[in-house]
């Protein structure tokens, strides 16, 4: 029927090499329901490049259950740590290109932007977003780790953007957009590592 919306799921992930939060959930119309949401526990494996393999699996294993219109990502926040932000880069690179192998397209988000999606405020806690995540969607139980609420805030902001509202994130729609559009960042990422 005309002006009937379909149903879009969205997989939210807050990538991490130590713990992978995800959110799952679906819009009916102007209304969005929680489906799943949960987190990829990793401290237990020392290597990582198995911790990338895990990520790169697990984000494949709730593709295939959930079916989802889009992966919504948060994108790594540099702290005063350039390592640390090399290995959620390279979380967050393994989960884009599971989704891309699967051709769902990806969108990637500021965590500022999450958060002020979800409370109103850019600079809210993790425990503020959680409870906010809880009122919105109306769940009760309490993720054992806020990465889980973390992925399930990425699905909830990219579902509260328009198409078309301009800042509201980078899309991707495979492998080659996303390497076109940051040839600065690949090809000048090799030189700044050597410094």
């Known amino acids: 029927m005309l002006g ?3 149903e879009r799921i969205i997989l939210g992930i807050d990538p991490g090499t130590a713990v992978m939060g ?3 959930i679906v819009e009916k119309g102007n209304k ?4 799943s ?3 990829v526990k990793m401290t237990h ?14 984000t494949l294993v709730l593709i295939d259950q959930y079916h989802p219109d889009v992966l919504a990502i948060e994108a790594p926040f540099y702290g005063k740590n350039i390592q640390v932000l090399l290995k959620l880069g390279r979380a967050q690179g393994t989960a884009i290109a ?13 965590p500022r932007k999450i958060k002020q999606s979800i409370t109103g405020n850019g600079n809210a806690s993790k425990e503020q977003v959680a409870a906010m995540l809880q009122r919105l969607l109306n769940f009760k139980e309490t993720p054992e780790f806020l990465d889980a609420t973390d992925g399930l805030a990425v699905a909830l902001c990219h579902s509260y953007q328009k198409v078309g509202s301009g800042s509201s994130g980078k899309s ?3 492998w080659e957009a996303f390497a076109s559009d940051n040839k600065s960042k690949i090809k000048g990422l090799a030189p700044k590592l050597k410094k």
Not at 32 to 35: D, Q, S
Not at 98 to 110: H, K, Q, W
């Open 32 to 35: 969005a329901e929680l489906v």
């Open 172 to 174: 991707y729609s495979g």
């Open 22 to 24: 995800y959110g799952v």
């Open 98 to 110: 599971a989704a891309l192998s699967r051709n769902i397209s990806v969108t990637e988000y500021a």
């Open 45 to 58: 494996l020392d290597d990582p490049f198995l911790k990338l393999q895990r990520i790169f699996e697990k």
């Open 37 to 39: 949401l949960g987190a």
């Open 4 to 6: 009937e919306k379909k």
